[in-house]
């Protein structure tokens, strides 16, 4: 069994399943997606590590109505690449997954740089980039002039 597949059916019995999208023809860039609530983003997180799964990044993307945080997870076979996406409010603090994946540390500080996300319980969230006395947020579409800034239900309907 495939590890997208062997994932998928863990998913299933912790998530709704139509929180659950698969991509068979990898049109998406991810074989699987599966929207996570925060409070079952460490599970979640866990039985990709279990699956010995490597996270290959945290991003994050701004909408008028929230964040959502994307976590993509991959592992050495084609067309395994999976993203757990956690809607929350701005100003919500997700949970580290720093103890989980220890890259997740570096990911969740550049996160919490250019969103303005708490991951709740990070020891470090120190700025990677930015001066250290920045008061900004610069892929919040509430910095600069932005033209295009959408709610979650029009981007993804």
Known sequence: MAKKDEIAQ???QLLPKDAICKDDQYRSGVALAAQVPMDKLREAISLCRQAD???EAITGMDFTDGLEIVYH???YEP???IALRVRC???DAPAT???VYSAAMW???EVHEFFAVSFKDNPDLRRLLLP???DYYPHLKSFGKVHSYRKWEEVYG
Do not use: Q, T, V
Request: proline share 0%.
């Open 132 to 134: 250290e006395d920045a």
């Open 89 to 91: 409010n701005h100003g």
């Open 107 to 109: 990911y969740e500080r």
């Open 10 to 12: 863990k998913l299933e």
């Open 53 to 55: 799964l490597y996270l």
């Open 73 to 75: 997870l991959n592992c």
């Open 97 to 99: 997954i720093s103890d």
């Open 79 to 81: 067309h395994s690449r």
